[in-house]
Each structure stands twice: as C-alpha cells, then as structure tokens.
C-alpha cells in the first residue's frame, strides 16, 4: 500500500519556526520527486517547494529565503522547515509525489496567529 504520513504541524506565532516531516511508504521513494503543497480552507491546493531525487530544489516565491525541503531517502522522509512564519502561511500542509498518482497523506495544520 502506497502511504504518506504528514506531521509536525501546530500553532505558532508570526516570526516562529516549525519543521514538518512526511513519512513515505509502499515504493521506492528514492527515484522520486517529492513535493509540498498547502492549502486554506475554500481555496485551490498551492505548490510550495519541491525536491528532486538528485536533491534539486525549487520554491514558491512566496516563501523563498524562509523555507527549506530536504529527503532522508534511509528513511523515506521528506521534509519542510518553514522559519520566519507568517500569518498567511496559515493552510493545511500536505506532501506528494507527482509520480504516484492521487496519492495524498492526511495533510498537517499550520496555524500563525498572534
């Protein structure tokens, strides 16, 4: 079974740091592209940063400078440190792997709020 298990997420005020981390799971998460979205209630999920197998990143321009995707491919874990928070990075956060179709974990709130 092809998973993915999204923590980390929880309440923070603007300016703070959280670091969220995806566990994969039912493929080889080595050769794949891993990617996070996010989305707000009522709107379409957004792209945030990506990451290649070969370790190439790229990032939304909103959160370029303040976010950082990294795997651990020994433990099919990708993960998004997000510092410098703001307010509207306020969205559910989820993980995906473009190459395993309609594969979605469970998603982690963000929520920035003073």
């Known amino acids: 079974q092809v998973q993915l298990v999204e923590s980390g997420g929880g309440l923070v005020q603007p300016g703070g740091s959280l670091r969220l981390s995806c566990a994969a799971s039912?493929?080889?998460?080595?050769?794949?592209?891993m990617a996070w979205y996010r989305q707000a209630p009522g709107k379409q999920r957004e792209l945030v940063a990506s990451?290649?197998?070969?370790?190439?990143?790229n990032y939304a321009d909103s959160v370029k400078g303040r976010f950082t995707i990294s795997r651990d491919n020994a433990k099919n874990t990708v993960y998004l440190q997000m510092n410098s928070l703001k307010v509207e990075d306020t969205a559910v956060y989820y993980c995906h792997a473009p190459a395993v179709v309609g594969v979605w974990g469970q998603g982690t709130q963000v929520t920035v709020s003073s």
């Open positions: 990451i290649t197998s070969g370790g190439n990143t």
């Open positions: 039912g493929w080889i998460f080595s050769i794949n592209t």
